[in-house]
């Protein structure tokens, strides 16, 4: 109960000048959108497929690069199939540079068969060293 207060507290806070939060980029964020979402929390009917798209400047060279997804539902993390990541790179690609700014374009599909839930979303972009050089989370319900 304390821990989702302060998550409120901290999603509701950063929220007002953003959509998203920044949970410890090792990048810099320029913008993150979540298409048609500009309010928490975002809702999304089923089936549906959202862009994600993501303008950062990482903050080392990235030679490869992953997606992780994570959905915190009711207390629990359930990591969620992601795609892939040099290959989403749709301005610029890989080997990513410092000071270079890049757009990452990834669509996140909300299918037919998942149940109606709330969930925090974390969506990293992950380096060869294991190194978060994005990571957003986000608020959505499926309805
Ligand atoms: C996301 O980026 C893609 C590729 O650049 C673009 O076609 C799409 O309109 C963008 N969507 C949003 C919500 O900005």
């Known amino acids: 109960m304390m821990h989702q207060a302060i998550l409120l507290s901290v999603l509701l806070g950063l929220t007002s000048a953003t959509f998203v939060q920044d949970c410890g980029s090792a990048g810099t964020i320029v913008s993150a959108e979540i298409e048609d979402c500009e309010l928490p929390p975002c809702v999304i009917t089923r089936p549906n497929n959202k862009d994600v798209n993501i303008t950062f400047t990482p ?3 990235v030679t490869d690069l ?3 997804i ?3 539902i009711g207390g629990v993390h359930f990591p969620w199939p992601g795609p892939g990541g040099c290959e989403l790179i749709v301005e ?3 080997p990513l540079q410092v000071g270079e700014q890049y757009k990452y374009h990834a669509a996140m599909p909300v299918l037919a068969e998942y149940p109606s839930l709330s969930a925090v979303v974390t969506w ?3 380096d060869q060293d294991d190194r ?3 990571c957003i989370a986000f ?3 499926i309805v």
């Open 59 to 61: 903050g080392n060279e």
């Open 66 to 68: 992953k997606t992780k």
């Open 70 to 72: 994570d959905a915190f």
């Open 92 to 94: 610029g690609s890989c």
């Open 124 to 126: 990293k972009l992950v």
């Open 132 to 134: 978060d050089q994005v």
């Open 139 to 141: 608020p959505i319900d």
